[in-house]
């Protein structure tokens, strides 16, 4: 029987309700500082009125997640008010309504951290206070854009004309993945005119993301927690040959079946034309691939079973001053 499930049985006064509080007891001794114990949020507006709709994701903090995050939401009703139960004195909730600003609940004892949990887009409640028959009002305010210029230059200054911009929006989440998931926007579009100018709109409460392309260039990405307008340095594109050594990292051993990718489509955007993804044969070491400078440049590798995925600086300069026709590039995985 799911939580929800529960719900619903409780107002019917259904026989099941025992087994439930018995199951839901012995789960929470499992964990330590695990809890059983309701709480009522209500999202309002700046101006008090409720807002309904609004999905809560609930995801428990802590070293051991008994309770994994929602893959379902919990929806407020027609007062803003939406219920669930809290296994934990540690909670991250995640909030979302189309067109307000997405919102982090931390729900924590407050003990002197509240300060340190603090953020951006975040609201603490302190868990002592939790009364679950009480609703805690938590704020949801609407979202606003504002226009803003992108200047796109080359090395030498020069505005450049028919660059790609675009403009993602994302929020970071305590729980790893949901980003790709909750809480994205439309990517915004726009070309470079004559000038090199081109505008996109910010958008409040999120993360934004402006990236460039521009053909025989090398993209170029920034990060926005405020609306300003940008400068970009597109740079000339510079290529090397380049193979992938995988191996264990106390063993030295290869590792077969790793899968070394740069520029995968994510944030929305369209494939980057110099993404790549490849994967490590019996040997350990892949077929030399073309891979474009990238600003910073890094590979990501999915690692085979067993293994750690793990992502990989790498220093330009060393590999153009190689002067192998290919660079190896040695990259060690850990066990998990």
Known sequence: MTERQYSAASAAGHPMRAA???IATTLAALCSGCVIQPIQLRAVQPD????????????????FKIFASDDEPFVSDADGVAGFTLFSRRTSLTV????????????????????????????????DLVKGKEPIDFPLVPVTRTPIEVRVRDEDGRPVEGA?????TFIYLKEQGAEQSRGRLPVQQASTAADGLAQVEFISGFMNRVVVRAPGRVGAAVELRAPRSLDVMARSRETRQVSFRVIDRRSKLPLSGAVVSVGQASDGLPQDHDAFSVTTPSGGVT???????????????????????TDVHLEWRKLVESPLPVFEATIGLQRE
């Open 164 to 168: 790609t911009v675009y403009l993602s």
């Open 20 to 22: 439930f509080l018995i």
């Open 287 to 309: 077929e030399p691939i073309t891979l474009a400078r990238r600003v910073p440049l890094y590979v990501h590798v999915k690692a085979p079973s067993g293994y750690k995925d």
């Open 96 to 127: 979302f309504k189309p067109g307000y600003e997405p919102r982090q609940v931390i729900v924590m004892p407050y003990d002197g951290v509240r300060q340190e949990i603090r953020g951006e887009g975040e609201t603490t409640i302190d868990f």
């Open 48 to 63: 008090g009125r409720p807002v309904e709709g609004v999905d809560v994701y609930r995801n428990t903090l802590g070293w």
